[in-house]
């Protein structure tokens, strides 16, 4: 079974996913940005990231998020993007192996 978020919540310092098989973790706004895989921030056929990381401000933050069906997130960044589509996966992964990632109390 797959692990979906319980609560999803816009802070000060980043989005706290609150994940249903107890886990809590903190991803900080500009990392998560950062992490975008889609094809306008990841070159499709060879990985190589098109993103130009100091076009980035430091601090950003999410305007707003869609869940997409039941194995993402979307999120609407205050610097207008908003191609990018997080699976549930991919941001337990970044959870579970980034030290950037907090896990909250």
Known sequence: M??????????KDGVEIVWKNGGRMLYPYKYLRLQCSCAGCVEEMTGKALLNVSSIPDDII???YLEIGNYALQFLWTDGHQT??????????????????????
């Open 2 to 11: 797959k692990t979906t978020p319980e609560k999803v919540e816009l802070l």
């Open 62 to 64: 999410i305007a707003d």
């Open 84 to 105: 990018g589509i997080y699976p549930y996966e991919y941001l337990l992964k970044l959870g579970n192996s980034d030290k950037q990632v907090q896990l909250s109390s």
